[in-house]
Nanobody, 127 residues
């Protein structure tokens, strides 16, 4: 059974930075694809960044709204994924969750593509 535990959320002012972590256990060896989602009050869950690796190469995917500001990375063990968030804006406020155990062929930013979810960590950006 896959378990995901996020940490690193908090409150920052606009322009500030935060680093989120997601520790995973029980990931299948053949599927290390992980992603970060966020959900603001009254809005749908949004795919923020995805990462997978194979043969020493990593594929990083980002929502247009965070490109150039957020960086997703993965520990060598592939069991921890990070989200470095810089130049934060008020619209980045939300509950950030990591997801894993992606269904092959399904689009990465779609919440329905993943079987496993963490509880989330709150990010609040004040202007």
């Amino acid at each position: 059974q896959v378990q995901l535990v996020e940490s690193g959320g908090g409150s920052v002012q606009s322009g500030g930075s935060l680093r989120l972590s997601c520790a995973a256990s029980g990931l299948p060896d053949c599927n290390k694809y992980m992603a970060w989602f966020r959900q603001a009050p009254g809005k749908e869950r949004e795919g923020v960044a995805g990462i997978t690796s194979s043969g020493g190469s990593a594929w990083l995917l980002y929502a247009d709204s965070v490109k150039g500001r957020f960086t997703v990375s993965q520990a060598n063990s592939k069991n921890t994924v990070y989200l470095e968030m810089n130049s934060l804006k008020s619209e980045d406020t939300g509950m950030y969750c990591c997801a894993a155990d992606k269904q092959p062929g399904k689009p990465w930013p779609s919440p329905g593509s993943y079987h496993s979810w963490g509880q989330g960590t709150q990010v609040t950006v004040s202007s």
